[in-house]
């Protein structure tokens, strides 16, 4: 069997998450324990990472998805975010934890937490795989962070260039060069 490309600079190896993830898992089943528990995965970005939240945590929990664009330029986020996907789980009442990929300005989840809390949930959490803070504009807080990343453009394990790249193994990111010879 032939192994993936190396795309970009390596940042984060799949053992690296993995270890990561599983100690993310750990707390969660920590903080939730005995509770009902709803894991939430952001589309597109978010699938690899969740579905190792979901392994790793021995709460059984509940899942659903949802989909947000945010308009704006394809590099920024804009703050005017749109849902194209709504989840249909019933979250009155249950814990839900947002399993993202990355949070840049914040403005994206900053709207989904606001747009779940009208459903009634007990609580509205995120676990975010990456985390850029000095990228922050809204006033958002990730309970659960993988990595703090510098403001560095990020692909693979969900994470796009152009909607390419989601399914490398590892994290890495691209510079000027790296694009160049894409
Ligand atoms: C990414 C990510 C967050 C958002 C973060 O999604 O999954 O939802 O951007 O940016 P913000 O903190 O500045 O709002 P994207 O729109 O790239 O969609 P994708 O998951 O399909 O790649």
């Not at 990355?102 to 795989?129: F, H, Q, W």
Request: glycine share 6%; proline share 2%; aromatic share 10%.
């Amino acid at each position: 069997m032939s192994e993936k490309n190396i795309i970009g600079k390596i940042l984060y190896t799949q053992e690296d998450i993995t270890k990561r993830a599983k100690e993310i898992a750990k707390q969660i089943d920590k903080d939730y324990e005995g509770e009902e528990l709803i894991l939430l995965g952001t589309l597109k970005g978010s699938i690899p990472w969740f579905t190792d939240i979901l392994k790793y945590i021995t709460n059984d929990a509940r899942i659903d998805f949802i989909t947000a664009s945010s308009y704006g330029s394809s590099m920024t986020s804009s703050g005017i975010v749109k849902i194209t996907y709504e989840p249909t789980i019933n979250m009155y009442n249950k814990h839900v934890l947002v399993i993202e990929d990355i949070i840049d300005t914040g403005n994206t989840l900053k709207y989904l937490k606001a747009k779940l809390a009208e459903r009634g949930p007990k609580s509205v959490k995120v676990c975010s795989m990456l985390n850029k803070e000095s990228r922050r504009v809204a006033d958002l807080h990730a309970e659960y962070v993988g990595f703090e990343v510098d403001d560095l453009f990020v692909i693979g394990y969900g994470l796009d260039y152009d909607q390419r790249f989601r399914g490398l193994p590892y994290i890495s990111y691209l510079e000027a060069e790296d694009v160049e010879s894409l």
